[in-house]
């Protein structure tokens, strides 16, 4: 049987934060427990290396309050979450990052407005201070284009860094997805919804988990997860190319058989049509192998994840 519900749950996924554990830990109690409800904090060990687990097990020794979840290799950010959404035995349920770039302190914040009656109350960045030029260039080019190509409203400048309704909860316990996009996913389910601004800090310690490689492979799950742009963007440079040969096929004939040339004159146009056409046919087949990729992915329908260890009540 499963625990009692608790009024705030909060998921905070761990991949390497030794040095920020303990800090983030001092600072949510005393902020969760000035709002005088009762909680739970689940941190999920996202397959850390250093002595992330160990520290969190500690806490847990002394902290009641305290749940964890252990997985058995790198999952990635997005399943870290995820598994702590499918754990969680809360009214509201909060989403922040373990680096301590999202001040906890904003929690109280968010939580008057979800007594107002919002079932999603998201964090929006006003500023992004201590990351490169090249990252917030990339990420402002991102987040823009994905609104642009997408059927849904995702708001700009923002993470995970949110409070959500338990109902938005179950909602996304039925998508049964390999490649998670939560923020695009708590778009598409709707609700009540406002934001509250911020600055957002400088990393406290460690390194980000998160590197350009995984960067790209996040924006193509977002992407590919909610918009057939890219299909479609395949489809039209088909018919470009198509109309483009058709022409270069006439012109091919016409000159054959009406201006007598056994050869066609204007070797570096006709290689670069060839290259052109090659290169949108590689273009098209890697979009399309994309899209089939997860479709596959979600037809094996393997799990998730895989718990390693965890003290979460079983029935939650």
Not at 223 to 251: D, E, H, Q, R
Request: a positive charge; one cysteine or more; aromatic letters at 12%.
């Amino acid at each position: 049987m499963g625990k009692s519900e608790k009024k705030i749950g909060v998921i905070i996924p761990i991949f390497n934060e030794e040095e920020n554990i303990q800090l983030l830990h001092n600072r949510l109690t005393k902020v969760v427990v000035s709002l005088n409800v009762s909680y739970e904090l689940i941190y999920v060990n996202d397959g850390s290396t250093d002595q992330s687990f160990n520290i969190i097990k500690q806490l847990a020794q002394t902290d009641t309050n305290v749940k964890y979840i252990s997985f058995s290799r790198n999952f990635g950010h997005q399943i870290a979450v995820t598994a702590g959404l499918e754990k969680v035995n809360s009214e509201a349920v909060i989403i922040i990052d373990a680096d301590l770039q999202d001040p906890p302190e904003l929690i109280p914040e968010m939580y008057q407005k979800y007594k107002e009656g919002f079932q999603n109350v998201y964090a929006k960045r006003k500023k992004r201070k201590g990351e490169s030029a090249l990252k917030l260039i990339t990420a402002k080019i991102f987040y823009r284009l994905l609104s642009k190509i997408t059927h849904i409203s995702i708001p700009l400048d923002t993470g995970d860094f949110r409070l959500i309704d338990k109902k938005i909860v179950n909602v996304l316990k039925q998508m049964p997805e390999q490649h998670k996009f939560l923020r695009g996913q708590i778009s598409w389910a709707g609700f009540k919804q406002t934001y509250i601004e911020y600055d957002r800090e400088e990393r406290k310690g460690g390194q980000t988990g998160y590197t350009y490689r995984k960067m790209i492979r996040f924006a193509l799950d977002g992407i590919t997860s909610f918009s057939n742009a890219p299909l479609k963007f395949a489809t039209t440079m088909g018919f470009v190319v198509f109309v483009i040969s058709f022409f270069l096929i006439c012109y091919a004939l016409y000159s054959k058989f009406f201006l007598n040339e056994t050869t066609i004159k204007g070797w570096t146009s006709l290689m670069l049509s060839v290259l052109f056409i090659g290169s949108v046919q590689l273009l098209s087949i890697g979009i399309i192998g994309e899209y089939i990729s997860r479709l596959s992915d979600n037809v094996r329908n393997r799990p998730k994840y895989i718990i390693e260890e965890s003290n979460v009540e079983e029935g939650n």
